[in-house]
C-alpha cells in the first residue's frame, strides 16, 4: 500500500474498526490508554484532553490526537467516538440496557451501570 496525502474522518473509522475485528482487546487497551500532559497541549484548539479520567488530571489519549487530526465541533468536541456496550456489574447485559446510559441504574437490579467494551469506531458530528 502506497502512503496517501489526503485522508477522511471515514478512513480513520474503517481502519479503527478494522482493527477492532483483528484484535478488540488491544485496541480497546490502547484507546483507554490515556497518559498526563500539561496545560499548554490542555489548551491546544483541537487536540481532545479531559480531566475526568483521572479527577483534576489533564491526561490525553489516542482518541483524543484522531480528533485532534480534523478539528472540533461547536461544542469543542471532535467526530469520532468510540462505541460502549454496557454492563451491570451483576451480570445484566445486553437488550436489557439497550435504552440506558452510563451511570444509569440497571432496570432489573438498580446498580449503577458500566461500561463493558467497544462495540465500534463511528462519526458522530
Known amino acids: ?45 483541537s487536540i481532545q484532553v479531559s480531566n475526568y479520567h483521572i479527577k483534576g488530571v489533564l491526561t ?7 480528533n485532534g487530526i480534523f478539528g472540533t465541533a461547536k461544542d469543542d468536541f471532535g467526530c469520532i467516538a468510540a462505541i460502549y456496550q454496557l454492563k ?14 452510563l451511570g444509569d441504574l440497571c432496570p432489573l437490579c438498580g446498580t449503577s451501570i458500566q461500561l463493558d467494551y467497544i462495540s465500534e469506531f463511528k462519526r458522530i458530528r
Open 88 to 101: 451491570c456489574p451483576n451480570g445484566h447485559k445486553g437488550e436489557d440496557l439497550r435504552k440506558n446510559m
Open 1 to 45: 500500500m502506497s502512503i496517501k496525502e489526503t485522508i477522511t474522518v471515514q478512513d480513520v473509522i474503517d481502519l479503527l474498526n478494522e482493527a477492532l475485528k483483528l484484535d478488540p482487546k488491544a485496541v480497546q487497551d490502547l484507546i483507554e490508554s490515556r497518559v498526563t500532559c500539561n496545560e499548554n497541549l490542555g489548551l491546544h484548539p
Open 60 to 66: 490525553v489519549g489516542m482518541l483524543g490526537f484522531l
